[in-house]
């Protein structure tokens, strides 16, 4: 079992800046992909951003390309999502989460998620 507890969220301007992070524990966080989703409401979940074990492949939605950058401290068990130039259409719940490639295809670990509001 993996458990990810993300923290990080809040209230924010359009323009201003957050940055999310997710702890893990559990199992060894080097063997994990790790995500970030968002659902805002009355939306489906959506991708947002990925890293690789070693943090040096990443993905990001189109939507998010060039404003959040996603990273990890595999000594720290931790992936952080830094979002820049927020609009109020990132205002949604944003979860973490983690897979282990060599098992699985789709992520099987999530948090509880974290609120970012974006105000216009």
């Known amino acids: 079992q993996v458990q990810l507890v993300e923290s990080g969220g809040g209230l924010v301007q359009a323009g201003g800046s957050l940055r999310l992070s997710c702890a893990a524990s559990?199992?060894?966080?080097?063997?994990?992909?790790m995500g970030w989703f968002r659902q805002a409401p009355g939306k489906e979940r959506e991708f947002v951003a990925a890293?690789?074990?070693?943090?040096?492949?990443?993905t990001y939605a189109n939507s998010v390309k060039g404003r959040f950058t996603i990273s990890r401290d595999n000594a720290k068990n931790t992936v952080y999502l830094q979002m820049n130039s927020l609009k109020p259409e990132d205002t949604a719940v944003y979860y973490c989460?983690?897979?282990?490639?060599?098992?699985?295809?789709?992520?099987?670990?999530w948090g509880q998620g974290t609120q970012v509001t974006v105000s216009s």
């Open positions: 890293i690789d074990w070693s943090g040096t492949a990443t």
């Open positions: 989460a983690a897979k282990n490639p060599a098992y699985v295809k789709e992520y099987n670990y």
């Open positions: 559990g199992r060894t966080f080097s063997n994990y992909v």
